[in-house]
């Protein structure tokens, strides 16, 4: 049992950040030109240009923070083509021929790590793990042999099975051979090493917050300087650039969060994902001559549902009905977003935007795909084809079930709630760690008061589209229901399509 253990003792962290050092790229100082742009440092980003640089193009890796510390860095790691009961789905949806393609092109991803790590001599925990869908419902154990069914017809070894290695009973389960896990960070940075030189860069710290049309393509970062490039990647999650394509209707942000707890007993082996939305993704990690057991649930829209703090919550009480938990020395949660039909958009923008391209939408399944989709990426720059690129087509629109869900997931969400909040002086009242919307002179307010007594007051209409924001307690940020971008309590951008953070009061509302 998990006994008294604090979940919330201290700030959410990554185990994947807190265990790895930044090297610390420089941040764009001048105008620069390049054969390729790439927008966002993550796997997808990072894979990409490493590959584009292996083709002696020259390439700009831009990055608003440091490299692999948004998603990836908060990513559960698995390597895996299994990617819950998906292959079922894809048939019926999309056919026979691109469901191979899905599955040919994440199967290829998990060999590709596997060579890199082995011919690059990557310190980064790799190891080759069977990969799991289990149930613990009935209602499940149909789908999951059909699903099996459906994967060995399109070539991958996947097996049915009434029993796991896991603590407790299962009524069936899906299993996937010659699946991995990694260190996500490690594998990433010694990526990054061999982009810089000869003529290509890494820079953190440098946001695109502007990018015309027109080729060559020139993106302008936020301290003014530029990069100019042939070729665009867009890695950045969403595509926030100029509205081609109309993303902000096709994909929507969820969150999902972690534990990486330890405990008396050793983790059976393998890698698992719950058939059920309300079950637990399951791995091991090595951590300090012993091991750490990740157990991740808790997944909902961005901005929607219960109190964040809730789903934490209800992470430590599985953990500890599954395990004896004796410690959680990481917490963290992730967020992704997942496209109308779950594939993810990996392609030219749009059918005007030829040379700009875009990766988006993994729906947390993002380190095999994202390598395919940086893989298909760079034959679609070098050769103009992939053998994959049918499956993965932004351009794709099908009439089941896409058009069923054609508007955005955030629209009837987009106004603030009926009622007036209270007028700024109550939050006199507030107290350390407690969050209220106001409003001043007529605009929405929303306020925070740190452990230290200082109240945050930023004006709470999102900056991308002018939705409105929601307080997010677990990680003490404001988050927009519509489309996923997050503000620390200060009002600056932490991910997300937002390219301005928000207005803020400053001392003004600070009683």
């Not at 082995?118 to 613990?136: E, G, H, L, P, W």
């Not at 009002?491 to 928000?502: D, N, R, S, V, Y």
Request: include cysteine.
């Amino acid at each position: 049992m998990t006994g008294t253990v604090d979940v919330f003792a201290k700030p959410p962290q990554s185990y994947w950040l807190t265990s790895t050092a930044s090297p610390g790229y420089p941040a764009l100082e001048k105008d620069i030109k390049v054969d390729a742009a790439v927008v966002g440092g993550g796997l997808v980003g990072v894979t990409a240009a490493y590959l584009l640089k292996q083709e002696n193009l020259t390439v700009a890796l831009i990055e608003a923070g440091r490299i692999g510390q948004g998603t990836t860095g908060h990513t559960t790691a698995k390597i895996t083509s299994q990617h819950s009961l998906i292959y079922s789905k894809l048939i019926e949806q999309v056919g026979l021929e691109k469901a191979r393609q899905y599955a040919e092109a994440n199967e290829f991803a998990i060999t590709f790590i596997e060579n890199l790590v082995k011919n690059k001599m990557i310190d980064c925990d790799f190891s080759q793990q069977a990969a799991y869908v289990y149930t613990r419902e009935d209602q499940y154990i149909k789908r999951i042999e059909e699903e099996v069914k459906a994967a060995a017809g399109l070539g991958i070894k996947a097996f049915y099975q009434e029993q796991t290695a896991l603590p407790f009973a299962v009524r069936a389960a899906e299993r996937f051979d010659n699946q991995a896990q990694f260190h996500p960070r490690k594998y990433l940075l010694a990526l990054a090493k061999d982009i810089p030189g000869g003529g290509s860069h890494i820079f953190e710290q440098t946001r695109a917050v502007d990018f015309p049309g027109g080729r060559p393509f020139v993106i302008t970062t936020g301290s003014g300087h530029t990069v100019t490039a042939d070729n665009v990647i867009i890695a950045s999650h969403f595509p926030a650039y100029g509205g081609s394509g109309y993303y902000f209707a096709r994909i929507y942000p969820e969150r999902a969060y972690a534990l990486a707890v330890e405990a008396k007993e050793q983790f059976p082996g393998g890698i698992y994902v719950a058939a059920e939305p309300a079950g637990a993704s399951l791995r091991s990690a090595p951590h300090d001559g012993g091991e750490l057991i990740i157990v991740v649930g808790g997944r909902h829209r961005t901005g929607q549902g219960p109190p964040t703090e809730d789903h934490y919550r209800n992470l430590v009480q599985l953990a500890g009905q599954t395990f004896n938990v004796t410690g959680i020395p990481f917490r963290w949660s992730a967020q992704d977003y997942t496209t109308l039909d779950e594939i993810p958009y990996v392609g030219p923008l749009s059918n005007r935007d030829t040379h700009v391209y875009v990766a988006t939408g993994f729906r947390k399944w993002g380190i095999t795909n994202g390598t395919a989709a940086a893989l298909l990426l760079k034959d679609l720059i070098i050769h103009g084809e992939s053998p994959w690129a049918a499956v993965y087509d932004p351009a794709r629109f099908m009439a089941d079930p896409m058009i069923k869900s054609a508007v955005s997931p955030g629209a009837d969400i987009a106004a603030p709630k009926s009622g007036a909040p209270p007028e700024i002086p109550e939050a006199a009242a507030l107290a350390p760690g407690e969050s209220m919307v106001a409003t001043v002179e007529g605009k929405r307010v929303g306020l925070y008061r740190d452990d230290r007594g200082r109240l945050h007051a930023v004006y709470i209409t999102c900056t991308h589209m002018g939705c409105e924001l929601v307080w997010n307690g677990a990680e003490l940020s404001w988050d927009c229901p519509c489309h996923g971008s997050r503000f620390t309590c200060e009002g600056e951008i932490m991910e997300g399509p937002a390219l301005k953070p928000l207005h803020t009061g400053g001392d003004r509302y600070n009683p």
